[in-house]
């Protein structure tokens, strides 16, 4: 996994990163009791990954602030979620997803941090961002991690301009509300559920993930929203194969590398408990 060395002003080889650096906390692990068990997924995730000897490097993220998550959302939905007085996107009002939230999107900030660090890559195994709205949760999605990250790195200087890559089975749509209401012109949003439902659409959207990366050229860092839920075999996806999605990572991935811009990404999406 490498960076080709242009963009920022940087030249010279990609770095080689040896090991995938992983951002992941047993704190970002809860029973949300819904139909989605995506709550419980980056321990399954990272489990699956040791087990396939995939070299990682896996680090504790440090939780975000109330003060952060409210340059995404309205203050009393925020306040209100922490507490348990606000309904969470998985139906209720459980503290005990509550208090996995600010790890998730801390593992989110981590990541885009390290992967424009080491100019290449970095992970955070979590879901639950891109239905979450300014003042309301949906989808199973309770904070919007991507944009939460995203005014984090504007708001320090450390980057100018950010790209979220959403290829998930459904539209991002939280994200495009929160970017609406406080606009955020600066970050280059691409929804692939607004445009791309169906098997016959597959091989016209695999040729042309490259250009949707190249959208992206001008950002320090892309947080890539790679949405497992596209499996032909997911209970609401239905329209890429296994090599499909394979093919669609290695292209945002690939293209990436030659554009110069580093990604930090996540693995949301997917309600099958497999």
């Not at 242009?6 to 949300?32: C, E, F, H, N, Q």
């Not at 996995?100 to 989110?108: I, K, N, R, V």
């Not at 891109?130 to 320090?156: E, I, P, S, Y």
């Not at 609406?180 to 993930?209: P, S």
């Amino acid at each position: 996994m490498a960076r080709a060395g242009r963009k920022g002003g940087r030249t010279g080889a990609p770095p080689v990163i040896a090991a995938l650096p992983v951002w992941y906390s047993p704190r970002m692990v809860a029973d949300a009791r819904s139909f989605s068990p995506s709550a419980g997924k980056p321990r399954e995730v990272l489990a699956s990954w040791r087990s396939l000897g995939i070299p990682l490097e896996v680090r504790e993220p440090a939780p975000v602030t109330e003060r952060e998550l409210c340059l995404a959302h309205d203050e009393s939905f925020v306040r209100g979620v922490l507490a348990g007085k606000v309904r969470n996107g998985f139906g209720n009002a459980s503290l005990e997803v509550a208090r996995t939230l600010p790890y998730t999107c801390g593992a989110m900030l981590a990541a885009a941090r390290a992967a424009l660090a080491n100019g290449a890559v970095a992970v955070a195994p979590c879901s639950g961002f891109h239905h979450a709205r300014f003042d309301a949760a949906a989808g199973f999605c309770t904070f919007n991690g991507l944009v939460v990250a995203a005014q984090v790195l504007k708001g320090g200087g450390e980057a100018r301009r950010v790209g979220i890559l959403d290829f998930d089975q459904h539209e991002g749509d939280g994200t495009e509300d929160i970017i609406g209401h406080l606009g955020l012109d600066w970050i280059e949003h691409y929804t692939a559920g607004a445009h791309w439902h169906t098997r016959r659409q597959a091989a016209r959207f695999l040729a042309g993930i490259a250009s949707i990366v190249r959208r992206m050229a001008d950002c320090e860092v892309i947080l890539y929203q790679a949405g497992a839920d596209p499996h032909v075999d997911d209970p609401l996806g239905g329209w890429l194969t296994t090599a499909q999605l394979r093919e669609r990572d290695r292209a945002v991935f690939g293209e990436a590398r030659r554009i110069g811009v580093p990604i930090a990404w996540t693995w949301p999406g997917g309600t099958s408990s497999r």
